[in-house]
């Protein structure tokens, strides 16, 4: 469960592959939020801080 005020991302992946997520305001520019490494078929993101009236939107796809 996430903290209160947070927002939990759980990935479905691939072992061995490196993920990169993004973060978005407006769904067209998009920044860097993490890189992570699956180990195994799922990435768990620390819990990321909710703003009221402020909408985002999250991405993540293989590095190449």
């Keep these: 469960t996430p903290a209160p005020g ?3 991302l759980e990935l479905e992946t691939f072992p061995g ?3 990169v997520t993004y ?3 407006d769904l067209r520019s998009w ?3 993490s890189t992570n490494l699956s180990l195994t078929n799922w990435i768990r ?3 990321l801080p909710v703003q009221e009236g402020s909408p985002r939107f999250y991405r993540s796809m293989i590095q190449q």
């Design 31 to 33: 920044l860097p939020l």
């Design 17 to 19: 592959q490196r993920y």
């Design 23 to 25: 973060e978005s305001a």
């Design 45 to 47: 993101l620390p819990d």
């Design 6 to 8: 947070s927002l939990r």
